[in-house]
Nanobody, 127 residues
Framework: QVKLLESGGGSVQAGGSLRLSCTVSGYTYSSYCMGWFRQAPGKEREGVAAIDSEGTTSYADSVKGRFTISQDNAKNTRYLQMNSLKPEDTAVYYC?????????????????????WGQGTQVTVSS
């Protein structure tokens, strides 16, 4: 059974930083795409960043230069470092994983392409 567990959300003032973590268990394939997504109240879920098993990454235009996706394969953990946070970054953040072709490079990941999801973690940025 594939499980994804996010952590690291919280509240921060504009300009601050947070690092989200997503630990994956039960995924037995060596090839994967892992994405970070977010959903603000009243809005559709949107792709934020993705990384695949080769280390290729992609980002939504709205977070380029501010967010960095990375991974520690020894820990089966992916990270989203979020710097220079803005109030519009406020949302529930989710991680998701699926086979590598789900990444859809060079575009930001599409949530419709992912089947395994974490429970989400709240990020709140105040002005």
């Amino acid at each position: 059974q594939v499980k994804l567990l996010e952590s690291g959300g919280g509240s921060v003032q504009a300009g601050g930083s947070l690092r989200l973590s997503c630990t994956v268990s039960g995924y037995t394939y060596s090839s994967y795409c892992m994405g970070w997504f977010r959903q603000a109240p009243g809005k559709e879920r949107e792709g934020v960043a993705a990384i695949d098993s080769e280390g290729t990454t992609s980002y939504a235009d709205s977070v380029k230069g501010r967010f960095t996706i990375s991974q520690d394969n020894a820990k089966n953990t992916r990270y989203l470092q979020m710097n220079s946070l803005k109030p519009e970054d406020t949302a529930v953040y989710y991680c998701a994983q699926d086979p590598a072709d789900a990444c859809g490079y060079p575009s930001a990941p599409d949530p419709a392409e992912f089947g395994y999801w974490g429970q989400g973690t709240q990020v709140t940025v105040s002005s």
